[in-house]
C-alpha cells in the first residue's frame, strides 16, 4: 500500500499560482502511475492531470492544458502540480491519487477514478476573482 499527502493548497488571486505536493510513504513510489484530481462543490470528481509511472508521459485535460503541469521525483517520493494562471472556476479541492495495476503499460496514464485505488485526504484550491 502507499500513503499519500497533499500539501500547498491556499488562496490565491485570479491569474496566479500555486505548487501542489503530493509525498508518499509505503511501498515503491515508482511502481505507482499517479494524478491529480478535483471536485467542486455540486460537481463530480475530475481528472485534472496524470503522469506515467517513470514520469516520461503525461495527461491534461482541455480545462487546464497550458496553465497546469504535472511532475513527479521518484527519488524523493513526491509529485507535483505547478498550477498557473488560475481561474476562478479552478477553484475545488484537489486529490493526489495512485494505482498500480499490473496490466497497465509502464509509460501508461490511466483516464478513470476506478484506476486509482489510493487517495490522499485533499487540500483546498480558492482562487477569488
Known amino acids: 500500500q502507499v500513503q499519500l499527502v497533499e500539501s500547498g493548497g491556499g488562496l490565491v488571486q485570479a491569474g496566479g499560482s500555486l505548487r501542489l505536493s503530493c509525498a508518499a510513504s509505503?511501498?515503491?513510489?515508482?511502481?505507482?502511475?499517479m494524478g491529480w484530481f478535483r471536485q467542486a462543490p455540486g460537481k463530480e470528481r475530475e481528472l485534472v492531470a496524470a503522469?506515467?509511472?517513470?514520469?516520461?508521459?503525461?495527461y491534461y485535460p482541455d480545462s487546464v492544458k497550458g496553465r497546469f503541469t504535472i511532475s513527479r521525483d521518484n527519488a524523493k517520493d513526491t509529485m507535483y502540480l505547478q498550477m498557473n494562471i488560475l481561474k476562478p472556476e479552478d477553484t475545488a479541492v484537489y486529490y493526489c491519487?495512485?494505482?498500480?495495476?499490473?496490466?497497465?503499460?509502464?509509460?501508461?496514464?490511466?483516464?478513470?477514478?476506478?484506476?486509482?485505488?489510493?487517495w490522499g485526504q485533499g487540500t483546498q484550491v480558492t482562487v477569488s476573482s
Open positions: 491519487v495512485a494505482g498500480n495495476r499490473n496490466n497497465y503499460n509502464y509509460y501508461y496514464t490511466p483516464r478513470s477514478r476506478s484506476d486509482y485505488g489510493y
Open positions: 503522469i506515467s509511472r517513470g514520469g516520461e508521459t503525461t
Open positions: 509505503g511501498r515503491t513510489f515508482s511502481s505507482y502511475y
